[in-house]
């Protein structure tokens, strides 16, 4: 397995002043010289695709259709929905003016906010660099990006492909540990996009505070995932299951446990084990060579995983279904386990692989109050027949972003903003949110030569006090 090179500091110094520089020039691009470069970058990621698998294979045994579907496609359609929309996002947006400054113009204009740090995660190695990527791009910003160290066959990938297709002082990766991350997150740059965990994001939420950079934090949480007593069983077993087997559940919007009416616990686990055999192979040695099933990152997160299972069962759990691992490949199996105690680890820390608590309740508001007595989830899904009762839970809780009978999908629409709120995250992106979040939204009012305020200026006379009192009376 090939180790990431930390690039040195006085390089990372280097490139952050080249881009700097670069600043000026990169505020007068017009649309269609950021489409060009958006347009660039899909060309490359096309072309080069063939080498993306097989980075990925490397890295965690991703499979290939997996990559297609939720690391290429999710950065090929924010390009395309960039390039579609990116004149009418750019246009300065008129805004009304108020009577006491009457004659006057407004508007508020998106200017970049200038260089921009985009730090990315293991899990989405490459949609979660990508897609910030395009949003900052498509906004005129310079760019300077750090993947995780612990996908390094897929780090090298990105660190090639944007040396490709931009010029360093436009967009550049620097590889490494946290110790990069650190050297970076204490230059002033204008904004730093961070995804990862709630950990490490106060930790950069913190390092920006130094230099007043604003931040976008793309964090994670416990996800969960609520089954009203209406639900269609077969479906919501087959969606969770979906849910937890995609990159082997190490998804920030994964289900991370779910709460189903006791009376109904036991058809979800039928369903459920009945799903798992046509997904992944009728046995668990079937399963374990299933070529769809990637792996857990390393050897950390397999234990880390396998210490959460252990203390469960210790504490009274049970495996409903799965329940397999292999040490040696860091195999987990998708593994619903019930009987779960709340103080259990499982039940306290984002669970980030294929094991799905499953805990039953009497009364929805039950449900409810121990969804509402945790830190706000990034994602909170409700599976319901029933508009009434599926939007009783959305106006009970709040959560970053929410699916009606299926999980995961909401991120798909870049229409839709994709964001955290307070624990899981500050600000949103995808689509014109992305461009918005990487750009300043800047006021602009054009005053004419004759200006109504003029007529209020000192001294102050008994017409101004007047007309101070006529202008707050009748036209503010
Ligand atoms: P992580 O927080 O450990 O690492 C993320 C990035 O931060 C990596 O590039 C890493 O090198 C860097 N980093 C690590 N320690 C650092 C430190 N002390 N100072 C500065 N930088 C540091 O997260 P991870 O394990 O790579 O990813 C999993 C987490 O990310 C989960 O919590 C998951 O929910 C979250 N996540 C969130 C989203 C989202 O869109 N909200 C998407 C994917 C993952």
């Not at 979800?268 to 798992?276: E, M, N, T, V, W």
């Not at 009364?363 to 009762?389: G, H, M």
């Amino acid at each position: 397995m090939p180790v990431v090179r930390n690039t040195p500091a006085a390089e990372i110094r280097r490139i952050f002043e080249l881009q700097k520089n670069a600043t000026r020039r990169m505020r007068l691009t017009t649309a269609a010289d950021r489409i060009r470069r958006l347009r660039a970058l899909r060309d490359a990621i096309e072309a080069r695709t063939p080498e993306l698998y097989e980075a990925m294979q490397a890295d965690f045994r991703k499979s290939a259709r997996e990559v297609d579907l939720t690391e290429i496609l999710p950065a090929i359609s924010e390009i395309n929905d960039a390039i579609k929309h990116l004149k009418r996002w750019m246009a300065p947006r008129k805004v009304g003016t108020p009577l006491p400054l009457f004659g006057a113009s407004s508007e508020v204009v998106y200017e970049p906010r200038g260089v921009v740090l985009i730090i990315s995660p293991w899990n989405y190695p490459f949609h979660l660099a990508a897609v910030p990527l395009v949003a900052a791009l498509a906004a005129g910003n310079t760019v300077i990006m750090k993947p995780s160290e612990f996908t390094p066959r897929t780090s090298g990938f990105i660190r090639q492909i944007v040396a490709d297709v931009f010029p360093e002082d436009e967009a550049a990766v620097v590889e490494g540990d946290h110790t990069v991350s650190q050297e970076l997150t204490a230059l002033p740059f204008d904004h730093i996009f961070f995804t990862g965990s709630t950990a490490v994001g106060k930790i950069i939420m913190a390092a920006a505070s130094k230099h007043l950079s604003t931040v976008t934090l793309e964090l994670g949480g416990k996800s969960p995932a609520v089954v009203r007593e209406d639900a269609d069983m077969d479906l919501t077993a087959t969606r969770i299951l979906w849910g937890k087997g995609v990159n082997a559940g190490q998804t920030c919007v994964a289900p991370d446990y779910l709460l189903v009416p006791a009376d109904r616990r036991q058809e979800f686990i039928d369903h459920f084990s009945k799903k798992l055999s046509d997904f992944y192979g009728p046995t668990p040695e079937a399963r374990r060579q299933s070529p769809d099933l990637c792996r857990i990152v390393n050897a950390r997160h397999f234990q880390r995983l396998q210490d959460l299972l252990n203390d469960a069962l210790k504490r009274g759990a049970r495996v409903a279904a799965g329940g397999n691992t292999d040490a040696s490949e860091n195999y987990i199996e998708p593994t619903l386990l019930v009987d779960v105690p709340l103080d259990a680890k499982i039940m306290q820390e984002e669970i980030f692989g294929p094991v799905l608590p499953v805990l039953s309740y009497g009364n929805i508001n039950e449900a409810l109050d121990l969804i509402n007595s945790r830190d706000k989830p990034l994602a909170l899904y409700v599976f319901s027949t029933n508009r009434d009762e599926a939007d009783y839970v959305i106006q009970h809780t709040s959560a970053g972003g929410t699916v009606i009978n299926d999980v995961m999908v909401h991120l798909a629409n870049p229409s839709l903003p994709f964001g955290g709120v307070n624990h899981s995250g500050h600000g949103n992106y995808h689509g014109e949110f992305g461009f918005r979040a990487l750009s300043h939204e800047r006021a602009v009012l054009r005053q004419p030569k004759r200006s109504a305020i003029s007529l209020m200026y000192p001294p102050y006379t008994n017409f101004v006090r007047t007309m101070a009192r006529l202008t707050k009376r009748f036209l503010v």
